[in-house]
């Protein structure tokens, strides 16, 4: 099963991810890494880095058919939800909407959404269940039940089955200090870190814990049922803030403890009921808070005592630094150039500048600078060439007050002022627009390196199919290798070979085939694996409404789940046309091949070998005319020793018995042969050598059941026209 969560590098998801990887589903994240980290997961997924809001998120559900999705990502701080608003809206319902979206396009078979206590607001009532009174105080609980709703409404109108699960305070290893369950790793921290533990309030305001791993046990079983709907998720368990402090106490010596007012907002008590999910999902907590917290505190003390998250630290201040001396350097280095420029254009003008006629060199420098700086740099190069302008007039024994009260010199500022501005506009304007082209060019780099890095999942994963198809032991081009063993169109090579076929193929040591008798009352055991002491009989009498029963009659599949010891692990009827002509067994399998997967792959084979089984009778019915001697169940010379050649072979490889008799000659042949042929087994038969003479196979026979056939025959003929020709015991 193909399974996409969302929020898959968070906390709770990185632990729901990992269920259903050890489960052997295929796992995608799609995770913007807000609050989620990489190293979360350190199991085998594929990964998408994008906002849960992007539109290149149909890419990831175009390129891939997923059978679930799970929508954990969201923003999940209350106190940062009433701050943004409209941030929170952003995340936990146009996020949640195109995800939504999205399942229902791309047809995903189950949604599930991460909904939150704190929908029910203040409400008193104890325990909550799922029809109590909603009613939210936070744009975070607003959010999360207008989630809900829209999950109900996706189901109602595009069919998508949706479960959400409304989370009591999650904790746990990896949470963070944010969030619901926040209080858990907060505590931690500081009894780790010896900083005072605060506690809001008198302490008595309780709270439903759970553990986040009892969070993902019941989000998998979710999945694999049938359930949908809304559902409390909790231990329908109070926890006073006391208790936890002093639950933390029995685990490491204590800080100070300062008690402050409580916050308003605050809720006094709450649990919820989870009677709903234990009676559909068959799910109850697995970790007492004491377990859970152990468990929890330990994860903390060992990260904090770890040098990687030191140096990962070191990492990143080193990068800071480096980045803002980058930054810094790209913005100073205009105006140091600039100067550097004013100064040799001053240089020049003063020096040269009466022998260069009627060439104006500030003009030139404010150009220059325009053309190659822009608009900013344009207007300072402006302002430096009016005070050199103004200085040098001065210089030449002009008043301060006639210098900007002459025409000449103000039509020569505004020349230069003019050329700045209009120089830096048009350079500025190109500039914008070589930015907007790197910026959609970078859009558009992203883009292709997202659908470069789905391309090269799948055909990664294409690549491991095909592998899979041609290589692996249980694949489809390893099983038509095998089938190829029974691509036969004589009944007695097909049962022999299916005894290969199922012990390779389903990993068995025994195995065995029986033809169902005239009138379903018996069996006849016609192949079975080469072993010693089998458990298999030679016949088996077809009780009602016994396995074997339901097989021939009812055309159904047994797996034997209760490891009953008087029926085989698993059996499986041979129809042809609409009725059963054989039964397969299989039994002694290892305990690690009886699942779904093993199950499924019976169903398969069976398949496949009644194919092959309907193809051989199918031929021989064809044939009869040419098999038989006319009007008679005797084999012609040619057809009979193909049939001993056949018991020969699984004499050989199976160590299946067999008798063979030869009958001497009488008169009234013909008429004799046929009361005798009426009397035989359907898995034996009756044929006529090259020589004229008559022989009877007995099939899986030994010494005891061929003397009650002789004594059969002796009704029919002489005791001394029968002779042993061959026996194999």
Not at 74 to 84: F, M, N, P, R, T
Not at 102 to 122: D, E, H, R, W
Not at 124 to 129: G, M, R
Not at 372 to 396: P, R, T
Request: proline content about 3%; charged content about 25%.
């Amino acid at each position: 099963m193909k399974v996409l969560i969302t929020g898959g590098y968070g906390f709770i998801g990185s632990f729901v991810s990992e269920k259903f990887y050890r489960e052997g589903h295929e796992v995608h994240i799609l995770d913007n890494l807000s609050t989620g980290k990489k190293s979360n997961v350190q199991f085998r997924h594929r990964s998408y880095l994008l906002n849960i809001e992007d539109e290149q998120c149909e890419e990831v559900f175009r390129t891939n058919k997923f059978d679930v999705v799970i929508h954990l990502a969201a923003q999940v701080d209350v106190e940062k939800s009433i701050q943004s608003p409209a941030s929170d809206s952003k995340v936990n319902v146009l996020g949640l909407i195109n995800i939504l979206q999205l399942a229902g396009k791309y047809k995903v078979s189950k949604f599930v959404f991460a909904s939150s206590a704190a929908v029910y607001g203040n409400n008193e009532e104890i325990p909550l269940n799922e029809e109590s009174a909603c009613e939210p105080f936070s744009p975070y609980g607003i959010n999360k039940k207008l989630g809900e709703y829209y999950c109900r409404k996706w189901n109602e109108m595009y069919q998508l089955d949706t479960t959400c699960f409304r989370f009591s305070n999650v904790y746990g290893p990896k949470q963070g200090n944010e969030g619901e369950g926040g209080v858990i790793s907060i505590f931690a921290n500081k009894i780790l870190n010896r900083e005072e533990l605060m506690v809001y309030g008198d302490g008595t305001q309780t709270r439903d814990f759970i553990y986040v791993e009892d969070v993902a046990e019941a989000i998998y079983r979710s999945v694999m049922s049938d359930v949908s709907g809304l559902m409390n998720l909790s231990t329908n368990t109070e926890t006073s803030i006391n208790q936890l402090v002093q639950y933390y106490g029995e685990l490491a010596d204590l800080p100070e403890i300062v008690y402050k007012p409580a916050r308003s907002g605050d809720i006094k008590n709450s649990r919820l009921d989870n009677l709903k999910i234990k009676q559909e999902v068959d799910w109850s907590p697995k970790y007492s808070l004491e377990e859970g917290l152990k468990r929890t505190f330990d994860w903390f003390a060992a990260e904090i005592t770890s040098s990687i998250k030191e140096k990962e630290n070191t990492d990143i201040r080193n990068a800071q630094v480096s980045s803002k001396f980058i930054q810094n350097k790209d913005a100073y280095f205009p105006f140091i150039e600039n100067i550097i420029l004013f100064l040799i254009i001053a240089s020049l003008h003063v020096k040269v500048g009466d022998f260069l006629f009627n060439i104006d060199l500030l003009l030139l420098y404010i150009l220059s600078v325009g053309m190659i700086f822009g608009k900013v740099q344009a207007l300072i190069g402006c302002g430096f060439s009016v005070i050199l302008y103004s200085w040098q007039g001065l210089l030449n024994g002009r008043e301060i007050v006639s210098l900007f009260t002459d025409h000449t010199t103000l039509i020569q500022f505004a020349v230069y002022l003019f050329v700045a501005l209009l120089v830096g506009y048009v350079i500025d304007k190109k500039h914008i627009k070589e930015e907007t082209a790197k910026s959609e060019l970078q859009l558009f780099k992203e883009k292709y390196q997202l659908l470069d890095d789905i391309y090269t999942e799948t055909r990664k994963v294409k690549e491991e199919l095909q592998t899979q198809i041609l290589y692996s032991k249980d694949s489809v081009g390893e099983v038509y290798s095998i089938i190829k063993k029974i691509d036969s169109l004589e009944p007695d090579d097909v049962f022999n070979g299916v005894i290969s076929v199922l012990e390779q193929i389903m990993k068995t040591k025994e195995a065995s085939i029986y033809l169902v008798g005239k009138g379903n009352r018996y069996l006849r055991l016609v192949s079975k694996s080469n072993v010693g002491n089998s458990s298999f009989p030679a016949s088996i009498e077809v009780a009602p409404n016994s396995p074997f029963a339901r097989a021939i009659e009812e055309n159904k599949v047994f797996i034997n789940r209760e490891l009953d010891p008087k029926y085989p692990m698993m059996i499986a009827p041979i129809w042809k046309d609409d009725y059963a002509v054989a039964v397969i067994c299989t039994n002694e399998m290892n305990f690690d091949h009886l699942t779904l997967y093993h199950e499924n792959l019976f169903h398969v084979v069976t398949s496949l070998i009644t194919a092959s089984v309907t193809r051989a009778y199918e031929y021989v019915n064809a044939t009869h005319h040419e098999r038989y001697i006319e009007g008679t169940a005797i084999l012609k010379p040619e057809y009979f020793n193909r049939a001993v050649e056949s018991k020969k072979k699984a004499h050989e490889q199976l160590n299946i018995p067999y008798y063979l008799l030869r009958i001497v000659p009488i008169e009234n042949m013909a008429s004799v042969v046929n009361q005798i042929s009426s009397s035989l087994r359907d898995t034996d038969c009756i044929g006529v050598n090259e020589d004229g003479s008559y022989a009877i196979l007995l099939s899986n026979t030994d010494k005891d059941k061929a003397k009650t056939v002789i004594n059969r025959i002796q009704m029919y003929i002489n005791q001394q026209h029968v002779k042993e020709e061959e026996v194999y015991v």
